[in-house]
C-alpha cells in the first residue's frame, strides 16, 4: 500500500528548505523501491519546525521536523514512513501542544489538506457555507454575518455585516468584492498562509459576498511579494471555474460570479483601501477622501464590498455552522477567533487561532516560549508597523479589540512582533517615521512631510542634540500627525513612536 | 530586427492583449517587467496610446510604486527585508554584511551586472526571520554565511 507523507509547500516551509526535502524524500523512496505518495500541504504553522514533514500511520499523522534534506536518509533508515522513532521525531501531529491548543475555525484546514485540491476542500467541510447561502434571501445572508460578529480582520474591526448591507441596499447595476491581499505589515502571515494553504475558502468568502450583495465581479489585490499565494489562488479559481464554483450560473442557481487577481506593485499604503482601489484602476495608489464609502461609491465609482483575506476566509464557517457558532468564541465585543501571528525573536514563532481573550503574556511565553535569544522580552509591537509598542507592564491585556484601544494600542492585524533587551527604542522611533517618509503616497502634508521632518528631528534625538527641544518638537508633530492625517498611515505612525518615548524614555537620552 | 525594435514588439503584443482589461495599467507595466526586467522609458509613449493615457500619468504610476523599475536590473535581484521583524533578528547586522559582501547600497547594481540589491517591507516570512528574496526564492533565517552560500551559488549558476 502507498505511504501518503506530507512536506509543506508553503513560503516559509520553502524558505527553510522544504524543496530540497520534498526531492530528497521523492529520490530516496525511489531509490528504495517504495510507493509513496507525496502531497504538498499548507503549513500547520509551528515555523520553528518549518520543514515540518507527516507521515499517515493507523494512528494519525505523524511529524518530524525540523527536517533538512541531509536528514531524509536516516529517517528512512529509522522507518519514519511507518511512524518510526527518530531523533526529529515529534508524535502525532494533532497533540503537539502549541497546536492542541488552538480553535482553528478558519484554518481548519490548513497544514491538513492539498491547498490546490477541490476534491480534498469538498471532503473537508468546503463548500457547504456556498451551498446554504445560494438558498437564502440576500438579506439572510448579510444577516448570518452580522449575527457573527465578524469584525474586519485587516485591522480597523469594522462590522463586517453592516459593511455588506450597505452594499446590499444600494442599488447599482454593477457591485464588486475586493479582497485586501496586501498584507504589508511586518510580522503578519496570516493571509499568505490562507492564500497558499487554503485559496478554496477564500474564493468561497468572496462567492458567498458576491451572492449577498449582487456583485458579479471580484477582484483579489495581492502583494506582488507573494509569488507563491499567486501561484496557488490562480490554480484554484482555474479549478472552481472547471467545476462550476465560479463563472455563470454557480452550482446550477443561475448567479454569476466572476474572480481575478490582481498585482500590487510593492506599495505598502496600497493596503488602505481607497489606495487600493486606485491602484485597481490602473492610478498611482492615492488615498481618496471618505465619504463617499467604497460601500456607495468604491471601486469605477461603484458600490464596493472590501474585505480583508481572513475576513472572508471566515465566511464559509459563519455560513456553514451558523452565526450564533462563530460568535460564541471570544470576548465583549469581540467575536469569533483571531489568527495571531508571533514573529520576531520568538522561540516558538507561528500562527496561533483562538477565539479573543487570551492576554499577550500567554502568548508569548504559554506559546512562544520567550524570546529566541533566550535573553528578557523588553517590547513587542502589535499590529504591523503603524502599532504601538508593549512593554512588560501591558503583556497582561487581554486580546480584544477595546481592551488595546483603551491603552492607546492597537490589535489591528493581529501581528506580534517581539524584540529583546537588545533593542534601542529610539532607533525603532526613527525607523516608524522613515517607513513612514518611505511609504507615504504624498496627499496629505502631515504625512508627506511630516514623516520627513520626523527623521531629522529623530536623528537629533538620537545624538543627544537639544533634547529640551527637540522632545516636544517630536511631541507635537505626533500631534499633527494624527489628527490632520488623511488615513492609517501617517495618522498611526505616532502610535510606535509615541509609544516607544512613553515607555521607554530612557532610550532617547531622557531620564525615568 | 534591432534590439530596441524587438523590445517594442514585446511591449506592443503585451499592450494589445491586456488593454481591455478594467484598470489595465497594473497589469501591462507587470507584463512588460516580467518581460523585459524593467520598463524602458521609450515604451511609456506606446502605453499611453494604448491605453489613451498622457504619458504623464504612465510616467507617474511607473515612478510610484516601488515594484516598477527604468532601468534594467542586474542578473538577479536580491529583495532584502528592513522590516522591524527581520530588525528583531539581526536583521540590521545583515544588511551592512549584504551591502559589504556585494560593494553596493539599495537601489545599486554590481558593477558585473549580476546581482540588484533592493528593500522590502516584508516578505511574511516573519517567523523564520530576517529573510530575503531572489526571484521567486524565499530565504528565511539568513546569516551572514548562509547568505554567502547562497550568492556563491547562484553565481555558479548564472
Redo the contacts between chains.
Sequence with gaps: MSITIYVPCD??A???GAERVAKAITQEAAKRGLDIKLVRNGSRGM??L?PLVEVVTANGRVAYGPVQASDVSGLFDAGFTEGGAHALSLGLTEELAYFKKQQRLTFARIGKTDPISLVDYVENGGYRGLKNALAMAHADIVKAVTDSGLRGRGGAAFPTGIKWNTVLNTASLQKYIICNAD???????S??MVMEGDPFVLIEGMTIAGVAVDATQGYIYLR?????AFDALNAAIATAYQEGYLGENIQGSGLTFNLEV???????VCGEETSLME???????LVRFKPPLPAISGL?GQPTVVNNVISLASVPVILDKGGAYYRDFGMGRSRGTLPV?????IKH???VELGFGLTLRELLYDFGGGS?SGRPIKAV?VGG?LGAYLPEAQFDTPLDYEAFTANWTVLGHG?I????DT?NMAK?AR?SME?CK??S?GKCTPCRIGSTRGVEVMDDIINGRNLDKNIPLLRDLCDTLLNGSLCALGGMTPYPVLSALNHFPEDFGINA | MTESGTTQTTVQEIITALKDK??????I??GIQDALGYIPADSIPNIATG?NLSRA?VH??IS?????RDTPPGDQTI?LCR???????GGEQLEEHVKRKLGIDFHETTADGKFSLEP??????????P?M?IG??????VTADSFDTVITNSEALS
Excluded at chain 1, 490582481?262 to 505598502?268: D, F, I
Excluded at chain 1, 491602484?279 to 495608489?285: A, F, N, V, W
Excluded at chain 1, 501571528?341 to 525573536?345: H, R
Excluded at chain 2, 522590502?120 to 526571520?129: H, P, R
Design positions: 513560503s516559509s520553502l524558505s527553510m515555523y520553528w518549518e498584507e504589508g505589515d511586518s510580522g503578519t502571515f493571509d499568505r506582488v511579494e507573494y509569488p507563491h490582481r498585482l500590487g506593485a510593492g506599495a505598502y491602484s485597481l484602476e490602473g492610478k498611482r495608489g469605477f501571528q508571533l514573529a520576531g525573536n514563532p507561528g500562527l529566541a509591537q508597523p501581528g512582533v517581539v524584540f529583546d533593542v525603532m525607523y517607513f518611505i511609504e503616497c | 478594467p484598470g489595465a495599467l497594473l497589469p507595466l507587470h491605453l500619468e507617474g504610476v510610484f510604486y516601488h515594484y516598477f529583495h522590516a522591524e521583524s527581520c530588525q528583531a533578528m522590502v517591507y516584508c516578505l511574511g516570512n516573519c517567523a523564520c526571520s529573510a528574496q521567486k526564492e524565499i530565504y528565511g533565517r
